[in-house]
């Protein structure tokens, strides 16, 4: 009876320890199932970190002018294909989106929420940057893939990460690019929460 009653004790113990560090976390919100860890599609460690005032106020909307990928592991080579671009070649600490979805209907975690990334210059401390994997300049993602990114905003909001009134945007509204192509640009002004104000600054 005294064995059981310390044992008791000491993980009453550890779990009030463990809430006050910050390891026990809240219940995840159902809609951010959806997303693959960066653990689950292999990495590589981040060279550099800056974090994000949050909750943060716009989405920017890219593609990657890559491949599609239609199946998970073919998808999780591409993010790990993307990873490796940005860091060896473009020099960038680590990915450049915050997320990234494929055909699949799967988000794939980036540099992840409250991180700023290097998606759109000028815009990145305020914005979470997600990048539809493929070309849609004439083709649009899949319905799963499109339905992945309402939940993901449902997700950030939730998480406190998104305020719930962000604006949402495609790239080329911000910066001198066509991304997120054509098809999918004419697709997401119908989405909640486009704003169509922002002018490309010159």
């Known amino acids: 009876m ?3 009653l310390i044992a008791t004790q000491v993980v009453l113990i550890l779990f009030q320890v463990a809430i006050e560090n910050g390891s026990v976390l809240a219940e995840t919100p159902k809609a951010c199932s959806i997303i693959v860890k960066r653990a689950q599609w292999n990495s590589q460690k981040s060279t550099n ?16 002018v890559t491949p599609e990928c239609n199946e998970l592991n073919a998808c999780k080579a591409r993010v790990r294909s993307i990873q490796d671009y940005h860091q060896k070649v ?10 990234l979805i494929g055909n699949t209907g799967d988000v794939f975690e980036g540099i992840g929420w409250h991180r700023v ?4 210059r000028r815009y990145n401390s305020k ?9 849609f300049e004439r083709v649009l993602p899949s319905p799963k893939a499109v339905h992945a990114v309402a939940k993901l905003m449902e997700c950030g909001v939730e998480l406190g990460e998104l305020e719930p009134d962000y ?3 495609g790239a080329r509204q911000l910066i001198a690019v066509s991304s997120p192509g054509d098809a999918l640009y004419d697709l997401l002004q119908d ?4 704003d169509s104000s922002p002018v490309l600054e010159e």
């Open 117 to 120: 990334g290097a998606h759109t």
């Open 90 to 99: 473009n020099k960038w600490s680590d990915i450049g989106y915050n997320f």
């Open 191 to 194: 989405w909640d929460h486009y």
């Open 2 to 4: 005294l064995k059981t």
């Open 127 to 135: 914005s979470i940057g997600v990048a539809f994997i493929g070309n």
């Open 167 to 169: 604006n949402l945007y």
């Open 49 to 64: 970190v800056t974090y994000q005032i949050r909750p943060v106020p716009w989405v920017v909307i890219h593609h990657t």
